[in-house]
């Protein structure tokens, strides 16, 4: 396994685990108020930047645990990149409709903030299942 | 997604032709990685020209040598 497709894996690994630790906190706070009324946003911004340093801890422990491929990239590579970002692209704009539509019919700040962040993880873990599916299968 | 190439190869055969070269060795050599030099190998990835052309060079043979084109039945 190349050092792009380990730190693929890392990204979603840590996008998944990171949001299931978020939906835990924040609906475990649900159980005596309505669900609009529990506070999440601290939490969200936390879960982001756990996620985004355990990413970076990913990588460099993948790094770490063969020096002779760290940061070595290809034309390959770059090309399942390129190709990941676009359809994880996609996925992003059309789920986007979604709170946008939330906020059209004016629903609470916590559908439409909540509705964002799930489409960023979806987009996220699509993109980064896409790459997978390409190094195993190719382009 | 995952459609196959019908660009075949005869890297494997080259690189046991020269002197049994390992995968690694071809992927240094051309600066790419390994896992790149296998998935062409099993033709889950077409090299660029200019990537093919390397590994032609590699193998101090012509281009057709290593990759080959089926022709229209």
């Known amino acids: 396994m190349s050092f792009e497709e380990k730190g693929t894996w890392v990204y979603a690994v840590v996008t998944v685990s990171t949001?299931?630790?978020?939906?835990?906190?924040v609906l475990g706070r649900a159980e005596n108020v309505p669900l609009t009324e529990v506070s999440y946003v601290s939490t969200m911004l936390w879960t982001i930047a756990i996620a985004?340093?355990?990413?970076?801890?990913?990588?460099?422990?993948?790094?770490?645990?063969?020096p002779s491929?760290?940061?070595?990239?290809?034309a390959r590579d770059k090309e399942i990149y390129r190709f990941g970002e676009?359809?994880?692209?996609?996925?992003?704009?059309?789920?986007?409709?979604?709170?946008?539509?939330?906020?059209m019919a004016e629903f609470d700040t916590f559908w439409i903030?909540?509705?964002i962040f799930l489409v960023f993880v979806l987009s996220t873990i699509t993109s980064s299942i896409v790459k997978i599916v390409a190094y195993r299968r190719g382009l | 997604?995952?459609?196959?190439?019908?660009?075949?190869?005869?890297?494997?055969?080259?690189?046991?032709?020269?002197?049994?070269?390992?995968?690694?060795?071809?992927?240094?050599r051309i600066g790419v990685t390994r896992q790149t030099i296998i998935a062409i190998e099993q033709g889950r990835y077409?090299?660029?020209?200019?990537?093919?052309?390397?590994?032609?060079?590699?193998?101090?043979?012509?281009?057709?040598?290593?990759?080959?084109?089926?022709?229209?039945?």
């Open chain 1, 69 to 74: 491929e760290a940061n070595k990239s290809d």
């Open chain 2, 46 to 73: 077409s090299p660029s020209l200019e990537m093919a052309f390397e590994i032609a060079r590699a193998f101090g043979v012509p281009l057709k040598e290593v990759f080959q084109y089926p022709e229209p039945k």
């Open chain 1, 113 to 115: 903030a909540n509705a």
């Open chain 1, 86 to 103: 676009y359809i994880g692209g996609i996925a992003l704009a059309v789920g986007m409709l979604v709170p946008l539509g939330l906020a």
């Open chain 2, 1 to 28: 997604m995952g459609k196959p190439t019908k660009v075949t190869n005869s890297i494997r055969a080259l690189r046991f032709a020269h002197g049994e070269m390992t995968q690694a060795e071809l992927a240094d």
């Open chain 1, 19 to 25: 949001y299931v630790a978020y939906l835990t906190i």
């Open chain 1, 52 to 66: 985004v340093a355990l990413s970076v801890v990913g990588h460099i422990a993948v790094a770490i645990s063969k």
